[in-house]
Nanobody, 117 residues
Framework: QVQFVESGGGLVQPGGSLRLSCAAS????????MSWYRQAPGKERELVAG????????TYADSVKGRFTISRDNAKKTVYLQMNSLKPEDTAKYYC??????????WGQGTQVTVSS
C-alpha cells in the first residue's frame, strides 16, 4: 500500500539546521511530484515546498524561501527537506506526500520539528 515515512525531526535552537527525510513506497515514486507540508498546533496544514517528478522544478512557500531546500533521490524513493536558519515559527509537524495522493488516508505520521532556545 502507499506509505510515507518521515524522519529527521527534533529540537533545534533558532538559527540551526535540520534535514528531514521521507521514504515512500507502494507506488512508482519517480513518476510523481512530491511535497512537504507542515501543521502547527491550532493551525491548518500548509504547503512548505514541492518538487517535480524528475527534480528539476521546485516551489516554496514565501515563509521558507531562501532557507529551505527540497530534493529527491528517485533511486532511493526518498524526498528530503534541508532546513537552515530555522525560526521558532517553523515549529510544526512536517509531512511529505505525493501530490497525487493528497487526501484522507494517505498522510504519514509526520516528524516533529521544534525550534526553541
Amino acid at each position: 500500500q502507499v506509505q510515507f515515512v518521515e524522519s529527521g525531526g527534533g529540537l533545534v535552537q533558532p538559527g540551526g539546521s535540520l534535514r528531514l527525510s521521507c521514504a515512500a513506497s507502494g507506488f512508482s515514486f519517480s513518476g510523481y511530484a512530491m511535497s512537504w507540508y507542515r501543521q502547527a498546533p491550532g493551525k491548518e496544514r500548509e504547503l512548505v515546498a514541492g518538487v517535480s517528478f524528475a527534480g528539476g522544478t521546485t516551489t516554496y512557500a514565501d515563509s521558507v524561501k531562501g532557507r529551505f531546500t527540497i530534493s529527491r533521490d528517485n533511486a532511493k524513493k526518498t524526498v528530503y527537506l534541508q532546513m537552515n536558519s530555522l525560526k521558532p515559527e517553523d515549529t510544526a509537524k512536517y509531512y511529505c506526500i505525493a501530490d497525487y495522493f493528497i487526501g484522507p488516508g494517505y498522510w504519514g505520521q509526520g516528524t516533529q520539528v521544534t525550534v526553541s532556545s
